[in-house]
């Protein structure tokens, strides 16, 4: 999986094949086929392994966030979104695996092609609506729900643009590691609301 991600990312779809997959991974193509079906299969169970990897990365963070919203005060709105951020900043940033994940899904959102679909309806669509929420609740209703849906996807699209310019970043920089600063820019931004 962790080479089909590799590969996917690199080439995308239309250029990646199996052949080149499993000699990659060093194993062979009849047992790609075997778990897999097809190419598309592959690409399917590499969106779907991407969305199971932000869950575990960001899943518990994100259901406590979610559940303060039910709180009628809604006074930690500020503190749920900050810490939903930093748990987002770390997933994309420095976590194994997080250039060949923002490679595969920067390539969808780019060219939407078979696992559109999958990373909209269980990344995209529901990370969106909950930093909106939070967001619209921490501005204390001086922001509608589209400003806060656009507010939403700008902070997650600053992150994604973050790993995507690693390494020209890293160049600029010296190289060091800006998870820390990235995190405690965000918290300027939503201290802002």
């Not at 600053?158 to 820019?185: C, K, N, P, W, Y």
Request: include cysteine.
């Amino acid at each position: 999986m962790d080479t089909a991600l590799a590969v996917f990312g690199s080439r995308g779809f239309s250029a990646a094949t199996t052949r080149q997959i499993a000699e990659t991974a060093g194993t062979n193509l009849p047992g790609l086929t075997y778990y897999f079906g097809n190419k598309e299969g592959l690409y399917l169970a590499c969106a779907h392994e991407i969305a199971a990897s932000f869950r575990q990365g960001v899943g518990a963070v994100a259901e406590v966030a979610a559940a303060s919203l039910s709180k009628p005060d809604g006074n930690d709105a500020t503190l749920w979104l900050k810490r939903l951020f930093a748990a987002l900043a770390h997933f994309l940033l420095s976590e194994e695996g997080a250039e060949d994940r923002a490679l595969f899904v920067q390539r969808e959102m780019a060219s939407p092609g078979p696992a559109f679909e999958i990373l909209y309806s269980e990344l995209w669509r529901p990370g969106i609506e909950l930093a909106a929420a939070l967001i619209e609740r921490a501005a204390a209703g001086s922001l509608s729900r589209a400003d806060s849906q656009v507010r939403a996807v700008m902070m997650i699209a600053s992150l994604t643009g973050f790993r995507s310019g690693q390494r020209i970043i890293a160049r600029a920089t010296g190289g060091a590691d800006h998870v820390e600063q990235v995190i405690a820019a965000l918290d300027a931004q939503i201290d802002a609301l």
